[in-house]
C-alpha cells in the first residue's frame, strides 16, 4: 500500500495515532468534524501532551467535506455512534483495493462492513490513555494495548503490513487471530469503566473498592455470558482477565484480576474514563448505546438476561440528560436492581 494514511477522526484516539505515524516518517492526513479543531492543526499542527511524548506535529487536515481523493488505507477514530454516518461520508474515499482499520471501542467493524463491505475492514483493538483537550491539542497519557486482526483471523499481507504499522506507535503491538476475542474482552472491560463513570471517583478507586466489586463482577459477568453464547473467547490485556470474571472463576482470581487492572490505570495520568470526561467536562452523549446497548440487546436475541448491564445504560442516560448526578450512590442503585432482577 502507498500514499498518505488517512486518519477520519482526529480526537483522542485518531490524534495519538496520528502524530505518532507522523513522527515515524509517514504522511497523514486527519479529517474531523471539528472546525475549529482542523483550522488549529491547519494553523498550529497538532500537539501531543502528556508523559509518553510531547510534540507538536505539521499535518494536513480537512473536515469531511472540504476532502478529495481515495486512500488505501484509513484509520476510523470516532466515537462509537458515530461510526455509521462516518463510514457512509468516507465510502467515497476507500481506494479500489483500500481498507478501513477501525481504531474505536466496541463492534464497530459490524457496522462498517455493512457500509463499505466486510473485505474491506480490519479489526482493531486499542486501550491507550489519551483524551482530546482543546483545538490541535491533544493528551497521549498511557501506554496500553493494541492488537489487529483480520475478522476472520487470516493472515494477509495488509495484515502484517498494518500491524508493522501500529508496532512503530506501540512497540508491543499484538498481531492476533482473534480480533472477536480482544473486542468482547474491551466490551466487557469497557462495561466496567461505564460502571465507574456512574461516579466522580477515579478508575482505579472504584475498582479497588471493596464495596462495589461484587456488583461490578455481575457486571462483567453479563457481557461475559453473552460473548459466551456467541462462542466468542474473550481475550486478557492491561490487567483484565476475562477468566477472571466466568462463572467457574474463584474469588482469588477475580480479586488477582482487580487489583492488576488497579495497577494498570494507577500508572496511568488518565485517572478517569472518556466516558466520565463526557458527562461531567463535555456535558455530551456518551457511547453508552454503540457499546454497552448492543450487549443487552445480543443477550436479549440469544436468551441470555442482561438486567445490570440495561441498567447502566438507564443511569448513564439519566446523567446525560442531568437528571441524576455522578456520585458512588448509583452503584448502590445498581446493586439494587441486581436484588430486584
Known amino acids: 500500500m502507498s500514499g498518505p494514511i488517512l486518519i ?37 499542527g497538532l500537539r501531543i501532551d502528556g508523559p509518553i511524548f510531547q510534540d507538536t506535529v505539521k499535518a494536513k487536515a480537512f473536515v469531511p467535506e472540504n476532502l478529495k481523493g481515495k486512500f488505501d488505507r484509513i484509520f476510523l477514530c470516532v466515537k462509537a455512534h458515530h461510526t455509521e454516518a462516518a463510514a457512509k461520508a468516507l465510502l467515497p474515499h476507500v481506494a479500489e483495493n483500500g481498507y478501513v482499520v477501525s481504531a474505536q ?48 483471523g487470516k493472515k494477509t499481507k495488509r495484515i502484517e503490513q498494518i ?3 501500529m508496532k512503530e506507535f506501540e512497540p508491543k503491538a499484538i498481531l492476533t487471530e482473534n480480533i472477536w476475542g480482544y473486542l468482547w474482552g474491551k466490551l466487557i472491560y469497557g462495561t466496567l469503566l461505564f460502571g465507574t463513570a456512574l461516579t466522580n471517583d477515579s478508575i482505579a478507586d472504584v475498582l479497588a473498592n471493596q464495596r462495589y466489586r461484587p456488583i461490578l463482577t455481575k457486571l462483567a459477568l453479563e457481557v461475559g455470558a453473552v460473548a459466551n453464547a456467541k462462542g466468542v473467547v474473550p481475550e486478557a490485556f492491561d490487567g483484565f ?16 484480576s482487580f487489583d492488576e487492572m488497579v495497577i494498570h490505570n494507577r500508572r496511568s495520568t488518565k485517572s478517569h474514563s472518556g466516558i466520565w470526561r463526557d458527562l461531567a467536562i463535555r456535558k455530551r452523549k456518551t457511547e453508552v448505546d454503540a457499546q454497552v446497548g448492543p450487549v443487552v440487546e445480543v443477550g436479549r436475541s440469544l436468551g441470555v438476561p442482561t438486567p445490570l448491564a440495561a441498567r447502566v445504560v438507564e443511569l448513564i442516560h439519566e446523567i446525560e440528560a442531568g437528571t441524576r448526578q455522578l456520585d458512588l450512590v448509583n452503584l448502590d442503585l445498581l446493586a439494587d436492581a441486581e436484588i430486584g432482577a
Request: glycine share 14%; proline share 3%.
Open 8 to 44: 477520519w477522526g482526529a480526537g483522542a484516539i485518531g490524534g495519538t495515532l496520528g502524530a505518532a505515524f507522523i513522527r515515524a516518517g509517514h504522511d497523514v492526513i486527519l479529517v474531523d468534524n471539528a472546525a475549529d479543531h482542523v483550522a488549529a492543526i491547519n494553523e498550529r
Open 105 to 152: 471501542n466496541g463492534l464497530n467493524e459490524t457496522v462498517i462492513s455493512k457500509v463499505i463491505g466486510e473485505h474491506r475492514v480490519i479489526g482493531c483493538f486499542v486501550n491507550f490513555g489519551a483524551d482530546y483537550l482543546a483545538p490541535g491539542v491533544v493528551h497521549y497519557s498511557g501506554h496500553g494495548a493494541v492488537v489487529v486482526g483480520e475478522l476472520d
Open 163 to 165: 500491524y508493522a504499522l
Open 241 to 256: 482477565d476475562p477468566v477472571a470474571f466466568a462463572p467457574t472463576a474463584s474469588t482469588a482470581e477475580t480479586a488477582r
